[in-house]
C-alpha cells in the first residue's frame, strides 16, 4: 500500500485513473545509488582495461609502464601504486597509467589499440624503434598526451602532422628522427607547447621559437 498522496486524473473517454507517486525521500536515495553504482562499474571497467592493456605491452612489446607519477623534487620521479585522496578527488578510484616507454621494438597495430586503453596517459617515449603506418592514423588519439619524446626513431611527415593535433602537448623531442626542414610547419601548430628539443634545426626556426619562448 502506498503511503503518499493519491492523485487522480481525469482521461476523456475513460474512466479516473488513479496515480501513485512516491515520495522524493525515496526517490532520492535510490538515484545516488544508481550513480555511484554506475560510476564503479566504469571505474571498474577502465582498470580491467588498462590492466590488459598492460600485460600485453609489457609481454609482448617489453614496454616500461608506469602509474602516476608523483614528484616532490625537480628531476625526481617514482611510480607510486598507492590509491590516495588525489585519485579520490580526480573521480578515479585506481592508479592509472600516465607514462609509456618502447626500446628497441616495433610498435604496430596492436601496440597502438593497448596504447589506446590508457585514458590519462601523459608520457610517452620511443627510444630506437621502428613505428609502422598506423603510427599516422593512431598517435592523434592520444589527445591526453603532454610528453611525447621519439629518440633514433623514424618518422614521416604524416606523423608529424598529426602531432600537431595533440592540442594538450607540452613538450616535444624528435631526435634522431629523419626529420626534414620542410616539415616543421607543423611545429607552430601546437597551442601548449612549452618545450621543443630538435635536431638539424634551422636559424629562422630557431628564432620562431624564441619568439614563442620555446625551451630548445
Not at 545509488?33 to 580491467?48: F, K, P, T, V, Y
Not at 607510486?80 to 580526480?90: P, Y
Request: a neutral charge; proline letters at 3%; glycine letters at 4%.
Amino acid at each position: 500500500m502506498c503511503e503518499a498522496a493519491t492523485v487522480v486524473r481525469f482521461r476523456p473517454g475513460l474512466e479516473f485513473q488513479r496515480i501513485c507517486r512516491r515520495p522524493a525521500a525515496i526517490e532520492m536515495p535510490l538515484v545516488i545509488a544508481l550513480c555511484i553504482s554506475g560510476w564503479i562499474a566504469c571505474e571498474c571497467r577502465s582498470l580491467r582495461r588498462e590492466q590488459l592493456a598492460t600485460r600485453v605491452l609489457e609481454r609482448d612489446y617489453h614496454a616500461h609502464v608506469l602509474a602516476v607519477i608523483y614528484s616532490n623534487k625537480p628531476g625526481r620521479i617514482f611510480d607510486d601504486q598507492s590509491l590516495d585522496l588525489r585519485e579520490l578527488r580526480r573521480g578515479r578510484l585506481y592508479v592509472p597509467v600516465t607514462s609509456v616507454s618502447f626500446h628497441k621494438t616495433d610498435v604496430d597495430h596492436r601496440a597502438w589499440e593497448q596504447l589506446a586503453c590508457f585514458s590519462h596517459l601523459k608520457q610517452l617515449a620511443f627510444q630506437d624503434c621502428r613505428l609502422d603506418s598506423d603510427a599516422e592514423d593512431h598517435i592523434a588519439d592520444l589527445g591526453s598526451l603532454q610528453d611525447l619524446e621519439l629518440w633514433r626513431t623514424t618518422i614521416t611527415v604524416n606523423i608529424l602532422h598529426n602531432v600537431s593535433r595533440l592540442r594538450r602537448l607540452e613538450s616535444l623531442t624528435l631526435d634522431g628522427t629523419g626529420l626534414k626542414d620542410d616539415w616543421l610547419q607543423h611545429v607552430p601548430a601546437l597551442p601548449s607547447l612549452k618545450s621543443l628539443t630538435l635536431t638539424g634545426l634551422l636559424q629562422s626556426f630557431k628564432r620562431h621559437c624564441e619568439n614563442r619562448q620555446f625551451s630548445v
